[in-house]
C-alpha cells in the first residue's frame, strides 16, 4: 500500500514538472530549440549516471551499516579496493571525455552567429532594447514595431542586436538561444520557427524596475502571404520613426503597448549604435593620449614617427 500510495505521488509530481516545461526551452519549436532541447537531455542523462548511483549508494550505506546491525564482519584495517577504485575514477573521466566531445561540437554548431545552413534566403530584423521595451526595424520592409516581432514560419531571421542603454538579453525560449544586447555593439543570432504560432519573447537579463513589463509576442504567421498582409497593416496603421521620434520612443516607460510605424529612417539602427562612438576621437591605432607617457624606447620613436606620418598623411 505505502509503495502504491509513493507510485501515485511520484507520477502526480512528474505530471506537474512536465506540465510546467509547455512555453519552454524543453517545448521548442524552431531548429536552434530543437537541437538545444536534445543537448540539455544527453548531458543530464550523462551526469545522472553519477548522480543516481551516489544516492542509491549513500542509503545503501546508512542501512547497512546502521548502528542496530551488529552482525557484520568488523574490518579496521580495511583501505583499498581496486574494483571500487577502477569505478570512481574511470566512470566520471569517461563522462566528462564524452561531455567535453559534445559540448566542442554543439558550441561550434549552434554558434548563434553562423547563418541556418541550408534555409534558404534570411529575412533580417534589427533589434534595439530599450527602457523597458522591445524596438524592431525590418530594413527590407522599411518598418518598425514596439513590442511586436512578425516573421514567416520556416523562414530563417538574422537578428542584429543592439541597446539604447542597459544591457538585456533578447530571448525567445522556444525558438533558441538568446543573446546579449549592449549599447554601442551588435550582437547576432540566427533563428527559425518550424511551425506557426505566437511565442513569448523576454528580457532575460533584469535591466531595473519596468523589467517584468519588458515582454513581446514573437508571432510565426502560416504563410509569407500572411506576413506580407501583416506588413501592409503596420504601413497603414503606423507612424513616422526618424532620430526625433526614436529619442522620444526611448524614454523609460513600463509595459508599452504595440506599436506600429509605417516609415523609418534610413540607418536608424546604425545610427544607434554609432551615437555611442562619435565622441572617442581619433581611433589611430599609434596615436597616443596627451597625458600618456613619452618613452625613450626605440620601438616607441618608431611608433611616435609612424604617427606623425599618419596623421600628415590624414591632414594632407
Given at each position: 500500500?505505502?509503495?502504491?500510495?509513493?507510485?501515485?505521488?511520484?507520477?502526480?509530481?512528474?505530471?506537474?514538472?512536465?506540465?510546467g516545461?509547455?512555453?519552454g526551452v524543453?517545448?521548442?519549436?524552431?531548429?536552434?530549440?530543437v537541437?538545444?532541447?536534445?543537448l540539455?537531455?544527453i548531458c543530464?542523462?550523462l551526469?545522472?549516471?553519477?548522480?543516481?548511483?551516489v544516492?542509491?549508494?549513500?542509503?545503501?550505506?546508512?542501512?547497512?551499516?546502521?548502528a542496530?546491525r551488529?552482525?557484520?564482519v568488523?574490518?579496521?584495517?580495511?583501505a583499498?579496493?581496486t574494483?571500487?577504485?577502477?569505478?570512481?575514477?574511470?566512470i566520471?573521466v569517461?563522462?566528462?571525455?564524452?561531455?567535453?566531445?559534445?559540448t566542442?561540437?554543439?558550441t561550434h554548431?549552434?554558434?548563434?552567429?553562423?547563418?541556418?545552413?541550408?534555409?534558404?534566403?534570411?529575412?533580417t530584423?534589427?533589434v534595439?532594447?530599450?527602457?523597458?521595451?522591445?524596438?524592431?526595424?525590418?530594413p527590407?520592409?522599411?518598418?518598425?514595431?514596439?513590442?511586436?516581432?512578425v516573421?514567416p514560419?520556416?523562414?530563417?531571421?538574422?537578428?542584429?542586436?543592439?541597446?539604447e542603454?542597459?544591457?538585456n538579453?533578447?530571448?525567445?525560449?522556444?525558438?533558441?538561444?538568446q543573446?546579449?544586447?549592449?549599447?554601442g555593439m551588435?550582437?547576432?543570432l540566427?533563428l527559425?520557427?518550424?511551425?506557426?504560432?505566437?511565442?513569448?519573447?523576454?528580457?532575460?537579463?533584469?535591466?531595473?524596475?519596468?523589467?517584468?513589463g519588458?515582454?513581446?509576442?514573437?508571432?510565426?504567421?502560416p504563410?509569407e502571404?500572411?506576413?506580407?498582409?501583416?506588413?501592409e497593416?503596420?504601413?497603414q496603421?503606423?507612424?513616422?520613426?526618424?532620430?526625433a521620434q526614436?529619442?522620444?520612443?526611448a524614454?523609460?516607460?513600463?509595459?508599452?503597448p504595440?506599436?506600429?510605424?509605417?516609415?523609418?529612417?534610413?540607418?536608424l539602427?546604425?545610427t544607434?549604435?554609432?551615437r555611442?562612438?562619435?565622441?572617442?576621437?581619433?581611433?589611430?591605432?599609434?596615436?597616443?593620449p596627451?597625458n600618456?607617457?613619452?618613452?625613450h624606447?626605440?620601438g616607441?620613436?618608431?611608433a611616435?614617427?609612424?604617427?606623425?606620418?599618419?596623421e600628415?598623411?590624414?591632414?594632407e
Open positions: 500500500m505505502l509503495i502504491r500510495n509513493l507510485s501515485k505521488i511520484a507520477l502526480t509530481a512528474i505530471v506537474l514538472t512536465l506540465a516545461c509547455s512555453g524543453l517545448d521548442p519549436k524552431g531548429q536552434v530549440g537541437e538545444e532541447k536534445w540539455i537531455i543530464t542523462l551526469m545522472l549516471i553519477v548522480v543516481i548511483p544516492i542509491v549508494l549513500t542509503l545503501y550505506f546508512a542501512w547497512k551499516y546502521r542496530s551488529d552482525f557484520e568488523y574490518t579496521p584495517k580495511w583499498h579496493s574494483k571500487i577504485e577502477a569505478a570512481v575514477w574511470s566520471p569517461l563522462i566528462i571525455i564524452v561531455l567535453g566531445v559534445i566542442w561540437k554543439s554548431a549552434l554558434d548563434p552567429y553562423k547563418p541556418l545552413e541550408g534555409k534558404g534566403e534570411h529575412m530584423v534589427e534595439v532594447s530599450l527602457n523597458w521595451k522591445w524596438l524592431f526595424i525590418y527590407e520592409q522599411g518598418i518598425a514595431t514596439v513590442n511586436e516581432l516573421f514560419a520556416d523562414k530563417p531571421v538574422a537578428f542584429k542586436i543592439t541597446s542603454g542597459t544591457m538579453s533578447f530571448f525567445i525560449p522556444q525558438l533558441g538561444s543573446i546579449y544586447s549592449m549599447a551588435e550582437t547576432k540566427h527559425i520557427a518550424d511551425e506557426p504560432g505566437t511565442f513569448m519573447g523576454i528580457s532575460a537579463n533584469y535591466s531595473g524596475s519596468g523589467f517584468t519588458m515582454e513581446f509576442d514573437a508571432i510565426a504567421t504563410t502571404g500572411d506576413f506580407d498582409a501583416w506588413v497593416k503596420v504601413k496603421q503606423g507612424g513616422e520613426l526618424d532620430m526614436y529619442n522620444a520612443l524614454k523609460p516607460t513600463e509595459n508599452h504595440v506599436t506600429y510605424f509605417a516609415d523609418v529612417e534610413d540607418n539602427f546604425h544607434i549604435i554609432m555611442f562612438m562619435k565622441d572617442h576621437g581619433d581611433m589611430s591605432f599609434y596615436s597616443k596627451k600618456a607617457v613619452q618613452g624606447h626605440e616607441a620613436k618608431k611616435s614617427s609612424h604617427s606623425g606620418a599618419h600628415n598623411g590624414a591632414k
